[in-house]
């Protein structure tokens, strides 16, 4: 049996990565905002929450959110940020494990792991649940290394909840198999041949059976229903098509957050650039050598970060989603980072010098940290246009009388990666400021779906708001959304962010003038097929 024979590097190298979470993720703590699918379950009736999540196949989270909503959108921030720093604490324990990982490698393995930009969705209170179960996933993987080497069956007991209660997000089903090709290397030396894999399996049935047995009871107990039934179910073809999408997801998931990460201001380039200088210095210092070890073993490090990337996303491309760092699709994104970082610390250990890679190192981390800063203070921008609308839909008595609403918002710069409003989340702006669930607004650019009756009974069988008028199919107006006087720099940001912590009154009073509203009544829909347009609605209609 193979023991592997862990490595103790210093503490500072993981206070140094946990440091740089923190400067590169903490701005999210300081974000109360709402965005996405939250306006359908924030502050609604637990008993709605309830049943939306049993329809769902996920009754559990049902509670989650109720706890969670009686401590407010804070609570929900802290525990996405504990959530990724932990697993990030636990993976950086099981790469000090791999004998064939030295101090250096580790170290810029957990850097990458907690900086590469990945599912921006994090901060939006619907998707945390899945950063809980990444963060039981890393703890269940890493309890599962100590009782390989320890062999304490209560390490056994304790990993398999923990992963099992992953899978609650069913993402890790796929990508549990890290946990199986990490049990196979650390048995490696037994496994001689054919003949001792039968051994070696029953050895460790319970860790094989684990994600079959979680299928089985979800198949059996917890299958979507009602306005849910059939989602995400996962079919033969479905499955195959997915190998089909495996470039499109390298791309969306990989090349494009990796570009995007450089379009930043050229003066944050060059302080960048100045600041790779220092840390491939740093690195440099580590103990572990890329030309002690052979190419060999790069090149098949390499080949487990594009294995362990296609895990990651496998079981999104199965039912036809394709990771993005873009809108509600970065969600997609949610298990790249790991073979992201194997394939960007192991790619140029290949083709480059020990320096030259050091300096490629540094000068990554000092991009993807500037990225994900750059990221929380847009979504910030965001909130703060979402509160702006609140306030102005409140002094309207056009949009207070009206019931529908088509919304032509010359905003869009504001809007956190490029994302589009739903028209859900223009229900929930609305129920903020008027306190009933009467109005629905559509932005012009994404409305493509067939006409409102379609939109209100969408509403009424999934979200369940049922106070619209339902003897109107026409909106009542127009609502142009324009930048107002407040522009949002830096400085304002900052102001408004910390009037919203000591003045509320004098916070609502400021943020209103990030836009501005302007009604056009009396409008019709035209439909062109799938396209609509807004015409002037004729006398007598």
């Not at 994090?122 to 649940?129: G, H, L, N």
């Not at 207070?400 to 409003?421: E, S």
Request: proline content about 4%; charged content about 15%; overall charge positive.
């Amino acid at each position: 049996m193979h023991v592997a024979v862990p490595h103790k590097p210093p503490r500072s190298d993981f206070l140094i990565v946990a440091g740089l979470y923190v400067g590169a993720h903490g701005l999210m703590l300081l974000n109360n905002g709402l965005y996405w699918d939250d306006w359908t379950i924030f502050g609604f009736p637990y008993a709605a929450v309830t049943q939306w999540y049993r329809e769902y196949g996920l009754p559990l989270f049902g509670y989650y959110h109720l706890v969670l909503d009686s401590l407010g959108v804070p609570a929900y921030r802290i525990l996405v940020f504990l959530s990724y720093l932990v697993s990030a604490a636990c993976l950086y324990g099981i790469l000090t494990r791999v004998r064939e990982i030295d101090r250096r490698t580790a170290f810029v393995l957990a850097l990458f792991f907690v900086l590469f930009p990945s599912n921006s969705a994090r901060i939006s209170v619907m998707a945390s649940r899945t950063s809980l179960c990444y963060a039981l996933f890393f703890a269940g993987f890493w309890l599962a290394c100590l009782y390989l080497d320890k062999r304490v069956p209560a390490l056994r007991v304790a990993a398999l909840i923990l992963l099992c209660a992953s899978f609650l997000t069913h993402s890790f089903l796929v990508f549990y198999i890290v946990v199986l090709i990490y049990i196979a290397y650390h048995e490696k030396s037994g496994l001689g041949g054919v003949r001792a894999l039968p051994g070696f399996v029953l050895r460790y049935l319970d860790f094989f059976a684990l994600p079959v047995i979680f299928w089985i009871i979800k198949l059996l107990y917890f299958e979507p229903y009602g306005s849910y039934e059939g989602y995400n179910r996962i079919t033969l073809g479905s499955a195959l098509n997915g190998f089909f999408l495996i470039g499109a997801a390298f791309y969306g998931g990989f090349v494009e957050p990796l570009v995007a990460s450089f379009r930043l201001p050229l003066v944050v380039l060059i302080a960048a650039a100045i600041l790779s200088c220092f840390g491939a210095r740093l690195i440099g210092r580590m103990n572990g050598s890329a030309s002690a070890q052979p190419l060999r073993l790069s090149f098949w490090f390499l080949v487990l970060g594009i294995v362990l990337f296609v895990a990651g996303v496998f079981a999104y491309l199965a039912v036809g989603k394709v990771p993005s760092p873009y809108d509600w699709n970065s969600r997609h994104q949610l298990l790249t980072p790991l073979g992201a970082s194997l394939i960007l610390v192991y790619l140029p250990r290949l083709i480059l010098a020990e320096r030259v890679q050091n300096l490629v190192y540094a000068l990554l981390v000092a991009a993807f940290l500037a990225a994900d800063v750059q990221q929380w203070v847009v979504f910030q921008k965001d909130w703060y246009k979402q509160v702006a609308l609140i306030e102005s839909f409140k002094e309207s008595p056009e949009i207070r009388r009206g019931h529908y609403f088509l919304i032509q918002d010359k905003t869009a710069d504001l809007d956190a990666n490029h994302r589009v409003y739903r028209f859900y989340e223009y229900t929930g702006l609305f129920h903020a400021a008027f306190g009933d669930e009467r109005r629905l607004g559509q932005e012009v650019r994404s409305f493509r779906v067939q006409d409102f009756n379609d939109l209100r009974s969408m509403l009424n069988s999934q979200f369940r708001l049922g106070e619209y008028d339902a003897s109107v199919s026409s909106p009542d107006a127009v609502l142009i959304v324009e930048h107002g006087e407040l522009k949002l720099t830096p400085w304002d940001v900052i102001r408004l962010r910390f009037l919203e912590w000591s003045d509320t009154s004098e916070f609502h009073a400021d943020v209103k003038h990030v836009v501005r509203v302007s009604v056009v009544e009396n409008v019709s829909v035209v439909r062109h097929g799938r396209d609509i347009t807004v015409a002037p609605r004729e006398q007598g209609k």
